[in-house]
Every structure is written in C-alpha cells, then in structure tokens.
C-alpha cells in the first residue's frame, strides 16, 4: 500500500494537516501520578498534543486531546444506554466546540467485535462529511498493543503508522513510547483522536 495526502482534505484543522510527513512520540503518562493519558511531542521533544484519560477528566468512555497550550481540540465519548447495550459494536465519537460551545461530531469509531455471532475484528472509522460510498472511511490494519498497526483509507492507502521501522521496534520493551508517523496532508488530531480510542479499547494508559 502506498502513503497519501488522503486527499488533502482536512477533519479537524488544517492548521494540523504538514507538508511533510511528521512522526510524533507518544509517551504515556502513568495513572498513579497524573491520572494517565498521554503527551504527544516532535522530533525536538517539544510537546503537540496531550490526551487526557478518564483518570484526569473522571469520566469513564470520556477522553480530551488538547494542544500544546490545554486547549481542548477534541472531545471523544463512547455512546452508553440501552442502545449500546443492543447494539453488535460499541461506538465511540469524535466531537469539536465552535466558538459558542457547541460540539460538532467529527467521526465515528466502532470497536472490533469479538462475539461468536459475528467474527469481525475489524475496527472501522466514518468522518463527518463522509469521503467515500462505503459505511466507513478509513481501518486499522494491524494490532495496535504491538505497536504494529497502519491507519489507511477507503482505497487502501496508509494515512498513518505506528511502530514504523527499526529503531522503534528497538523501543518496544518499553511500551510507555512509541512513534506515530503521519503522511502529509493527513489530520493529525484526527489520527491521535483515534490512537487515544484505541489506547482506551486495549486497556492501556486512558483507560480507569
């Protein structure tokens, strides 16, 4: 599969769409002393984004991606209720605020499904507006609790990867840091908006 510019096309900013390809460092932070999460930082260590889990906002199936400075960028909620309850895939969903602070759902994430009923572990995304004819926009492709996983797109083609070469399956006795290389053109609080729901799904950092 060939990297994209996915178009272009931004999610949620362009101010967080490069010209080039960026790769990030996650580096979690640990529940005992800061309620988990994550931070985000450049080649230069300087801090992107911060994710925070449901230990710093108390909310469980609530996270916040904010940028460097505590803005809040993005709200992600799993959906709860007799609905969920019923339904074949927990969901998650990606919201924004405007100025007046109304939140503006951005994508939607359903969780693999592990049921003997149903046998698809396939963990799918669908933005708002939608980019292709199919019920989802872009797929996981690998397992993320390796640190061996690509974000792709309707086509095929991979936005973003985790655990990309060499040196970083080198770092992967230590799980609390890894890299995230991110193709130009792509969103990249969109691709850590969905890298924060799957830190959460796999029991990780995020998570209570």
Aim: some cysteine; proline content about 3%; glycine content about 10%.
């Amino acid at each position: 599969m060939a990297a994209t510019r996915a178009g272009g096309m931004p999610i949620i900013s362009k101010l967080y769409c490069s010209s080039s390809q960026a790769v990030l460092v996650v580096r979690k932070r640990p529940h005992v002393v800061s309620g988990g999460g994550f931070v985000v930082t450049d080649c230069s260590q300087k801090v992107v984004f911060r994710v925070d889990g449901c230990g710093v906002i108390g909310s469980e199936g609530e996270l916040k991606l904010r940028d460097s400075s505590g803005e809040a960028l993005l709200l992600i909620r799993r959906k709860g209720g007799m609905v969920q309850a019923l339904s074949i895939h927990r969901k998650w969903k990606g919201y924004t605020s405007d100025y007046e602070g109304s939140q503006k759902p951005v994508f939607r994430l359903k969780e693999p499904n592990y049921s003997c009923l149903v046998r698809s572990n396939a963990i799918r995304i669908s933005t708002e507006p939608r980019r292709s004819n199919k019920d989802w926009d872009f797929e996981i492709k690998g397992y993320f609790p390796d640190r061996s996983c690509s974000i792709v797109d309707h086509l095929g083609n991979i936005v973003a990867q985790i655990g990309v070469n060499e040196e970083v399956n080198q770092l992967m006795a230590n799980k609390d840091l890894y890299h995230v290389a991110v193709n130009p053109g792509v969103d990249q609080v969109f691709i850590f908006g969905v890298i924060a729901v799957l830190d959460y799904i796999y029991g990780e950092s995020t998570r209570c």
